[in-house]
């Protein structure tokens, strides 16, 4: 197959490759090559299954298009101080503008006009007192909220609208490695996912958009074709999930609380990420059976609790430079102690030195929105440093 651009990987920065370059007015001929379904087809069975079933030859709640973020809580944070590495590599002016210009897009397509986190300017600086009091930082962040179903709903737009427009997208395609010649990508070579067919592309132009889930994966292929490349920051930490009586404050002001602290002795990041007010926790299976949480809330469906991410950055320097490997390892720790499924735990127990029961959690005022989570001892799996940096901010946060 030729073409004059191959990109790979239909998660958010593949599509808006493309669509980019759509409206810029370009008539090159595009190809996107996703190694999950379209959309409309991407199915999580745990709906009937109640559990885990470890698809195959992949999770669909991580793969397919619209990326990792498909069954995600679909929330856009509109401020240059939530995300990744953005304002380091082209400026927080440029960042913020991109920002601005991207939630157009996702408007154009759909996205609920409502913005959380603008108003109650009292309640507001409430909470930030309370947290420049417990040493913590409130970013300002408005919040466009999508919703899970939602989200697959605009993202099948934006499908179709690139299909129209003529983009070729071979679903269910995985590339295995980019063609080099003489020093140069002209392409990849791509496998259909039942193993039934390997198509050569040629290309004027490749991109590798393959996010979380590919990032092993481009890695060696730099080290092998000499690339450089540097390994970037990982994030570890849990999902903490409380009523929502007790984050009614916060859910009713900002929805979504992101709040920064660097807690003694180690002086890390330590932040909160993805809240989801009324939601639920819910599992997603990387490669290898890698176990994790995510969590989402629908629009209208809606639980007795909240859930949000505390994480911890984890920067390494010379001479160790796989922080995914070693985020894995520790997930893969997790996963062996809940004989492969998700480990849940009460925060009193880490703090009194005991694993939790099932009986206990049963007892609980928090019933775990995630059912097939197992009762255990997290703090046998995480490292020192991150179990005191996420207890120790937890504890701010409070
Ligand atoms: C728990 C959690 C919650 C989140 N919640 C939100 C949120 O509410 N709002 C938000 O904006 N962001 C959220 N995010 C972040 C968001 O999902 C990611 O930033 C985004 O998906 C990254 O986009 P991407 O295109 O770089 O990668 P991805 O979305 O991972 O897309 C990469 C795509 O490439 C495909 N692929 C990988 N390898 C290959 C290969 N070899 N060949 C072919 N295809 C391949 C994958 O199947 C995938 O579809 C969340 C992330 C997590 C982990």
Known sequence: MKTDVVIVGAGPAGIFTAIEMLRKGSKKKIVIVEKGKSVENRRCPKNKTNKCV???????????????????????????????????????????????????IYLEFGADEKIEGLDRNDEVKEIRKRAIRAGLKLVDCPIRHIGTEKAQAL??????????????????????????????????????SDGSQTLEIFAKHTVIATGRRGAGWLESVCERYGVEHTAGVVDIGVRVEVRNEIMETVNKTLYESKLIGYPLPFKNKVRTFCQNPGGFVSQENYDDRLAVVNGHSFKDLKTENTNVSILCSHHFSYPFNQPIAYAKKIGELANMLGAGQILVQ??????????????????????PTLKDAVAGDITSALPYRTMVNIINFMQAVD
């Open 54 to 104: 470890d698809c195959k030859p992949y999770c669909h709640i991580t793969t397919g298009f619209s990326g990792a973020g498909a069954f995600s809580d679909g929330k856009l944070s509109l401020s240059f101080e939530v995300g990744g590495d953005l304002p380091e590599l082209i400026g927080a002016e440029k960042a913020q503008e991109t920002i601005e210009y991207t939630d157009k």
């Open 155 to 192: 993202y099948l737009a934006i499908e179709k609208y690139l299909q129209e427009n003529g983009v070729g997208i071979l679903f269910e395609y995985e590339c295995n490695a980019p063609i080099v010649q003489d020093g140069v990508c002209k392409g990849v070579t791509v496998t259909k």
């Open 346 to 367: 009460r925060y009193g127990d880490i703090l009194s030195g005991k694993r939790t029961w099932q009986d206990e959690l049963s007892r609980s005022n928090v019933r």
